[in-house]
């Protein structure tokens, strides 16, 4: 245990941030990145899916999840739920 608060206070001495796993890998996406995998929807589709199909699926879902925390918010919810779609 002596080790790890050594450690510590030279971390503390350079400056360095302490973060956790969670904290590290919040945060939303870029808004230029696809919220639906490609792969995923091409496969549930069965078909061939064109390159402009997935421009219009990740408007439609970003339009739907902006729908949902709309009603959310006026029902005084900071939760998503699935009536909210």
Do not use: C, Q, W
């Not at 929807?41 to 739907?64: H, P, Q």
């Not at 999840?65 to 919810?77: G, K, P, S, V, Y």
């Amino acid at each position: 245990m002596a080790k790890k608060k050594a450690t510590r206070k030279k971390a503390a001495a350079r400056g360095a941030k302490r973060t956790t796993k969670k904290a590290a890998g919040r945060g939303k996406k870029p808004a230029g990145e696809l919220i639906i995998s490609k792969s995923r929807t091409k496969a549930a589709a069965g078909m061939n899916v064109s390159g402009e199909f997935y421009a219009a699926l990740d408007a439609a879902v970003r339009g739907l999840i902006a729908t949902a925390e709309a009603r959310a918010t006026n029902n005084n919810r900071r939760t998503l739920r699935p009536h909210d779609l």
